[in-house]
């Protein structure tokens, strides 16, 4: 079964950036798209509906952003270490959240949180104003 786990979390200042990574392991994710989700403080507790998609990568390249992101945020992967990266950039107070990745089998990944099977725990991601 493939398991997947988010690093890179933590406090940064407005406008500075973070990398977060999220590792597939045991399997490789040749056959999966990925994509990052996140959900607001307070409501972890709400599940998996609340969770906003912001990014997705496929293993063909394919990738697609929110609009709240777009310009500032960067997914890529390294095919070689199973693992996708985050960069974010030029970060606000409205971006701090938990950041979870997550895994569906095929070569198309969505925003919509139900399309995924599988999920990291998730990394704090708190911005300063």
């Known amino acids: 079964q493939l398991q997947l786990e988010e690093s890179g979390g933590g406090l940064v200042q407005f406008g500075g950036s973070l990398t977060l990574s999220c590792a597939a392991s045991?399997?490789?994710?040749?056959?999966?798209?990925i994509g990052w989700f996140r959900q607001a403080p307070g409501k972890e507790r709400e599940g998996l509906s609340e969770?906003?998609?912001?990014?997705?990568?496929?293993?063909?390249?394919?990738?697609e952003y929110a609009d709240s992101v777009k310009g500032r945020f960067t997914i890529s992967a390294d095919n070689a270490k199973n693992t996708v990266y985050l960069q974010m950039d030029s970060l606000k107070p409205e971006d701090s959240a938990i950041y979870y990745c997550?895994?569906?089998?095929?070569?198309?990944?969505?925003?919509?949180?139900?399309?995924?099977?599988?999920w990291g725990s998730g990394t704090q991601v708190t911005v300063s104003s």
């Open positions: 997550a895994a569906r089998r095929g070569t198309i990944g969505s925003m919509q949180w139900s399309w995924y099977s599988y």
């Open positions: 045991t399997l490789p994710w040749a056959n999966y798209a």
């Open positions: 969770r906003e998609g912001i990014s997705w990568i496929s293993n063909s390249g394919r990738l």
